[in-house]
């Protein structure tokens, strides 16, 4: 019996459109033969065979309210870790089972340096309060790796002491070194109201979303108007990430943001989940996330984007009925 996908390298190593499509078909097959959860949501929507899905189009996207009610984890696999979502005062967290830490790790790593090349280029300052002090939050799994891969003396975590991440920027803007700030949207907002520091171009600030009920929720475009202004930029970067999801993808300039290869969006219409949308439409986010093999890689968000031609996506709010989620911003 088969316990493992036997082509788990070759979701890095996707060259074009017919190797990603090929794999898809593999690891839907995989997931169908053994995660019950995802078999069983399958067989509920008439889905009872491999055979019946025969494009990537095809495929069944499991919404992603799953993750909070159900162990969503293939057979003969356990957990190497249990990352789970911030969630909102009474809401239930999404738990998302990963088996193997280092598929992630190598998705984050490769990702990153798709788009900003090696950690080992910058410092990484991260003013992620609230998540910080959260164990199981996948965010800080992810800064921490960064970090780690970075290796600068002046990495660091800030909470709320604004004025001792203050003097480490100011400090690495003397030195000159390449820096990323990484941060949730109302931690920039209150630092930067506070120490409005003008960057130089060598400083990438980059957003993650998030603003947990404090202060009123804006469009990303506002945000980001905001943070240029008070940090004399001329953009601000984004990742988009979840919990349930073992892959990243970054904007660097009018929330457009590009993907690895192993990770696609596909986007569904409004009214009907099963119904494909085309380019330049607004409609529900899906996420083809290879790396999440052994989980589920087909995965149904709550939230609301526009696909591109180019294959690039961005995100506009979210679905009303949807609960409030900490790694994203929403349209009032």
Same mark, same amino acid.
């Given at each position: ?14 060259k ?12 839907? $097959? ?5 995660s ?11 889905? /009872? ?30 957990p ?5 979502s911030?969630? /909102? ?8 089972l ?8 190598? $998705? ?13 280029n ?15 939050s ?46 949730? *949207? ?5 630092? *930067? ?11 990438i600030?980059?957003? /993650? ?22 940090f ?23 929330g457009?943001?590009? $993907? ?34 052994? $989980? ?8 609301l984007?526009?696909?591109?031609e ?13 609960? /409030? ?8």
């Open positions: 019996m088969r316990k493992d996908f036997t082509n788990t390298p070759r979701i890095f190593e996707i074009q459109s017919i190797d990603f499509e090929s794999l898809c078909l593999e690891i839907f $097959s995989f997931q169908f033969s053994y019950p959860i995802y078999r069983r949501f399958c067989q509920l929507i008439g889905i /009872t065979r491999v055979s019946a899905i025969r494009n990537v189009s095809q495929i069944p996207f499991l919404p992603v309210e799953f993750f909070r009610t159900q162990a969503i984890i293939a057979e003969h696999h356990q190497a870790m249990v990352f789970k911030s969630g /909102t005062t009474g809401s239930l967290q999404s738990s998302h990963v088996s193997n830490l280092s598929i992630y790790d190598e $998705s984050l790593l490769k990702g990153f340096e798709l788009h900003y090349g090696d950690p080992a910058y410092c990484i300052l991260a003013l992620l309060p609230f998540y910080i002090e959260r164990k199981e996948s965010l800080v799994y992810m800064t921490r790796k960064l970090m780690q891969h970075s290796g600068h003396p002046n990495n660091g975590f800030y909470l709320y002491d604004y004025d001792a991440l203050a003097r480490a920027i100011d400090g690495l803007i003397y030195a000159k070194q390449p820096t990323i700030l990484l941060g949730v *949207s109302f931690a920039l907002l209150d630092f *930067s109201h506070n120490y409005p520091i003008p960057l130089p171009e060598n400083f600030v980059m957003e /993650t979303g998030g603003m947990k009920g404090r202060g009123k929720e804006m469009v990303r475009e506002e945000l980001h108007q905001i943070l240029c202004k008070r004399s930029i001329n953009s601000v970067h984004s990742e988009y990430g979840m919990t349930e999801m073992l892959s990243q993808a970054y904007a660097k300039k009018h457009i943001y590009h $993907s690895p290869p192993w990770l696609r969006v596909q986007i569904r219409d409004v009214n009907d989940p099963f119904q494909l949308s085309g380019y330049n439409k607004t409609g529900g986010i899906n996420i083809i996330d290879l790396a999440n093999v052994y $989980s589920c890689p087909f995965i149904e968000t709550q939230d984007g526009r696909k591109y180019n294959g690039t996506f961005e995100v506009v709010g979210r679905f009303d009925r949807s609960k /409030t989620r900490g790694c994203n911003l929403m349209i009032p």
